[in-house]
């Protein structure tokens, strides 16, 4: 669709709305990677556009935002577009110090011809290494650390090692000089990018707190996982060797049956994913739900959900591994419709419009893992029984009819723009 309407009027990528952001401001401002690429590849000139009151250009906009895919792409595109710098004289190392993301700041430092950026200072003199030391004052963070002497070791051209120098000459901050940094990184502005900051950080902590009325329901159900999972370790079925004369004694008789195998890895995978839940739960709780362990939610709540996957291949492979055929098929089958409907689940969340931006990167992410995690069932299952495997490939095929479903959307939609643009003119 974007193909189409850039073919047909190529000046949109240089039209502007009241502030002055262009389609790629935005594009990088939802974090859109592939339409990025296209509004680059249309015109690159668009890369180098500022906006009205901040005179922020696209660049900027992904540095502050922790983009650090967007970031590469624009500087490998347009090097240039690096020399700008907005009202307050912020280049774009300064806005990926802001940030606080590690990502962006790994991307600038390793391009040797941008050692420019170290020194650019703004109105008030601040380099970015000062606006640095503002977010850390003790040390630089260990990981950064270990990048460079890998980059060190590997001899390879950088400004990591120059990042280093110039933070280790910035004198420590006394708290009011602290205090004053801090509120001059903060004040982003109140143009399109940070009305939209603010409700992003709004909508965070909306969600941090409806997490944390359901923690307890979380917690249940991930410990009550690793208490099955664990018993169901030591209660194998088939049970073990008894014969006191035999080698094996002591040894599942079911050892060489290839469900047994599937069932124990399995089972072994819910009881380490429950107990990684609960664990993250206990750090929670002394964290105290604060903003910054969101991602510690998202880790927590994604180990719940393989869990309950992983356990209910347990329960269909060891069901399996001493039923007899017809009867051990008829129990794979059921099972089997959990899958079929994690899939229509997980299709409904990935097409609904509220998955923004990165969410629906993880989403989607999110999907192919699990779809990753049916092929493997698939191969197995196909070894146990052709007929269990038809019905785990019955399961993967809503995958390809809601994409079929989605492209005839897409171009019933183009028809239709078509056919209007055709009545206008």
Request: charged share 20%; glycine share 6%.
């Amino acid at each position: 669709m974007i193909d189409k309407l850039l073919d047909k009027w190529s000046s949109l990528t240089r039209e502007t709305d009241e502030k002055g952001w262009t389609p790629l401001h935005y594009a990088v401002y939802k974090g859109y990677t592939s339409m990025v690429e296209k509004l680059l590849e249309k015109d690159e000139s668009s890369a180098y556009i500022s906006d009205k009151d901040w005179k922020r250009t696209p660049l900027h906009i992904a540095a502050c935002r922790g983009l650090h895919h967007q970031v590469d792409k624009i500087i490998s595109r347009c090097p240039n577009c690096c020399e700008l710098v907005d009202i307050r004289g912020w280049n774009v190392l300064h806005y990926a110090v802001i940030s606080q993301s590690e990502k962006v700041l790994r991307t600038l430092l390793k391009h040797s011809s941008l050692v420019y950026l170290l020194y650019g200072k703004d109105i008030k003199g601040n380099m970015p290494v000062h606006l640095y030391k503002a977010y850390h004052p003790l040390n630089v963070p260990l990981s950064l650390q270990l990048f460079t002497l890998m980059n060190l070791i590997f001899d390879k051209p950088n400004l990591f090692f120059h990042w280093l120098q110039l933070y280790s000459q910035v004198p420590e901050y006394s708290s009011s000089e602290k205090s004053e940094y801090l509120e001059w990184m903060n004040s982003i502005g109140t143009g399109p990018l940070g009305e939209i900051e603010n409700e992003e950080e709004k909508r965070k902590e909306n969600l941090i707190i409806e997490l944390e009325k359901v923690k307890d329901s979380h917690l249940v159900a991930s410990t009550l996982i690793a208490t099955i999972t664990f018993a169901g370790a030591f209660t194998i079925p088939g049970g073990y060797i008894s014969d006191e004369k035999s080698l094996q004694k002591g040894a599942p008789i079911l050892s060489k049956n290839l469900a047994f195998k599937v069932f124990i890895i399995s089972d072994s995978m819910a009881m380490v994913l429950s107990t990684f839940a609960v664990f993250i739960h206990l750090v929670l709780a002394l964290l105290k739900y604060q903003k910054g362990s969101f991602w510690l939610i998202k880790c927590a709540y994604i180990s719940l959900f393989y869990a309950m996957v992983a356990m209910l291949i347990a329960f269909v492979t060891g069901t399996y591994s001493f039923l007899t055929p017809p009867m051990g098929i008829s129990i794979c089958a059921i099972g089997s419709t959990f899958f079929l409907f994690l899939s229509c689940s997980m299709m409904r969340i990935i097409t609904v419009d509220i998955w923004k931006g990165y969410e629906r990167c993880q989403a989607r992410f999110f999907f192919w893992l699990t779809g990753f995690t049916w092929v493997i069932i698939g191969i197995i299952s196909i070894h146990l029984s052709p007929i269990l495997g038809f019905v785990i490939g019955f399961v993967l095929t809503p995958y390809s009819f809601v994409n079929r479903m989605k492209r005839r959307q897409t171009n019933r939609l183009f028809r239709k723009e078509a056919e209007i643009n055709e009545v206008h003119e």
